[in-house]
């Protein structure tokens, strides 16, 4: 690594992937205050992830279907066409 370009926080952090529970160690400045004990069984800051490789669509092959029926319903009940009121 070239010297003097990364913050002094640079350390080795455990990544958690929650959806899928998978976890991979690397290194990171993001500030966590939640802590794992690793397999080689030091302590290093943890941070979870909603998505990772393991449960990204793109790279599993594996497409989660999204139910929009019901998004499009409640969108035509709320702003669909409104008779015009009566002019006298």
């Given amino acids: 690594m070239k010297e003097g370009i990364h913050p002094k926080s640079y350390r080795p952090v455990v990544f958690k992937d929650i959806s899928c529970d ?5 290194r990171s400045c993001a500030e966590t ?13 943890l941070i979870k992830l909603e998505i990772s490789s393991a449960s990204h669509p793109y790279y599993t092959g ?3 279907l999204v139910d929009t029926a019901g998004r499009v319903d409640k969108f035509r009940t709320r702003y669909g066409k409104k008779k015009p009121a009566d002019k006298k």
């Fill in 22 to 26: 998978y976890t991979f160690l690397s």
């Fill in 33 to 45: 205050k939640d802590t794992i004990k690793w397999t080689d069984g030091k302590e290093y800051p």
């Fill in 62 to 64: 594996k497409m989660k």
